[in-house]
C-alpha cells in the first residue's frame, strides 16, 4: 500500500532536491505541509508532490535552449555598413 504522506527528506529526495528547497517551497505556497499530531513535524501528501513534480517536468520542457535554426531567425541582421567592413575583411 503507498504512503499517503511523505516526510520533508523523502520529499528532497524524490525531487532531487535539499529539504532546505522543500520547507522554502512549503513557505512560498508550492507545497502544503501537515503537521504530524504527535511531534509536530511537515509531513506533505503523496499527491500534491506527484502533481508537483509533473509540474516541474513541465517547466523543464518549456524552458529547453531553442534548435539553431530558430536562434539562426531572431538574430536581427547587422547594419549594411558593418556588413560591407565584414565584407571587405
Known sequence: ???SFLTVKEVARLLGVTPLTVRNWDA???LTAHRHPMNNYR???TADV???LRELELSKVSTKIPSPELVKQ???EPPKEIKL???IL
Open 28 to 30: 512560498r505556497g508550492k
Open 74 to 76: 531572431a538574430k536581427p
Open 85 to 87: 567592413k565584414i565584407d
Open 1 to 3: 500500500m503507498p504512503k
Open 43 to 45: 509531513l506533505y501528501k
Open 50 to 52: 506527484e502533481n508537483l
